[in-house]
């Protein structure tokens, strides 16, 4: 936006300074930091938790899947770790850290307020991307169900990854060139965020990832369609085995992938309608700017990512002691009735050697 009186510094800092004392004194902002960095704590604990404890449920899923799933929890985490240090290191200055003797609240510099986005926007495209790799995946699984298992195609996990590194790269290069490009009024920031030079960039992102999720979900929805046809189909006629199995496999997977890729659907919908009808009403003077920290909810999928795997994981455990149960059970059946049989033919011997 062009200028039309030369820009005041001294402006510049008095406004970011009413700005960030007017947050700092804000309990719903606090709050809302308070419970993203809880979230993210948690989800990052529990991510480990999961990588260390849950080994199980990776190995039902095929080398393909099993890659882009954990290059999907790596982004989760990375975002994770991310968003608690921002979320915590705004809060601290927001309440603890000492002031400046020209504010009451310590403020950022620019190169630090904007590039400290990286690593949360690159690990956010990543892992809303890698779940698009899933979804081409088991596709293509599903596809090619009769060899798959047997023809190595490890091939189609690690294309499916470097593209979606490149396309994230390349979207976090275009995002802060365009932050360079623009006229920049100060050098100071009140909080952590996405400049609003570039805020409808962001909103254009969130919406592509929307889109995108929407778009898998349903793919997801048609291939478990699809499998549940396969495995009937296959009960009925002679299949080869390598085919029962990977249709078992993808029913697997897309188990787990459905409910994930549900909450990325509710996430990035509703980050985008936020950021959409709060970001119409942005305007730096009335402190409106704030109100975007509340688009952010990627932390609820930090704590979800890992709970859906754990919930998966349990109801294995439980199937596979209701199949260990069953067989045992049938096993006791015919040994009995094996027992019996045995008595039986003894009882029928020794009544024709007495008529005899």
């Known amino acids: 936006m062009a200028h039309s009186h030369p820009f005041d510094p001294s402006h510049g800092f ?28 948690v989800g990052l604990v529990l991510c480990i938790t999961l990588f260390m404890r849950e080994t199980e449920l990776r190995k039902v899923l095929h080398f393909n899947a099993r890659a882009i799933i954990m290059v999907h929890f790596l982004a989760v985490m990375v975002n994770a770790l991310a968003q608690s240090i921002t979320g915590a290191f705004d809060f601290l200055r927001f309440t603890v850290l000492t002031s400046s003797s020209q504010c009451d609240v ?29 979804g081409i995946e088991r596709t293509v699984a ?10 190595n195609y490890r091939f189609v996990s690690i294309s499916l990854i470097v593209a979606s590194s490149i396309v994230s790269i390349w979207w976090v290069v275009r995002f802060f060139s ?60 002679s299949a080869p085995l390598a085919m029962k199995y990977q249709v078992e496999e993808n029913l697997a997977s897309v188990t787990v992938l459905l409910p994930m890729a549900f ?53 294995k455990r439980k199937t596979v002691t209701r ?3 069953s067989r045992v059970d049938s096993l006791a059946q015919d040994e009995t009735k094996t027992h019996f049989d045995i008595l039986k033919d003894l009882f029928h011997d020794n009544k024709n050697r007495t008529r005899y």
């Open 142 to 151: 599903t596809v090619w169900a009769k060899s798959y298992e047997q023809k």
């Open 106 to 134: 310590s403020l950022l510099s620019h190169s630090y307020a904007i590039y400290i986005n990286i690593p949360i926007i690159l690990s956010q495209n990543m892992d809303s991307l890698t779940l698009v790799a899933l």
């Open 263 to 315: 909450v990325q659907v509710l996430i990035y919908g509703l980050t985008f309608i936020l950021s959409y009808e709060l970001g119409n009403t942005h305007d730096m003077d009335n402190d409106n700017e704030s109100w975007l920290l509340f688009t952010n909810i990627s932390p609820i999928y930090h704590v979800a990512l890992p709970v859906i795997w754990f919930i998966q994981a349990s109801q």
């Open 178 to 237: 365009k932050v360079q490009s623009k006229h920049v009024d100060h050098n100071l920031y009140s909080m952590i965020t996405v400049p609003s030079e570039v805020s409808g960039d962001s909103r254009l992102n969130t919406l592509v990832l929307a889109l995108l999720e929407i778009t898998i979900f349903i793919i997801f929805l048609v291939i478990l369609g699809i499998n549940l046809r396969l495995r009937r189909r296959a009960r009925r006629v």
């Open 323 to 325: 199949q260990a149960q």
């Open 14 to 41: 008095e406004m970011e300074c009413h700005h960030a004392t007017s947050l700092s004194t804000n309990p719903f902002i606090l709050g809302d930091l308070v419970l993203k960095v809880l979230l993210s704590t």
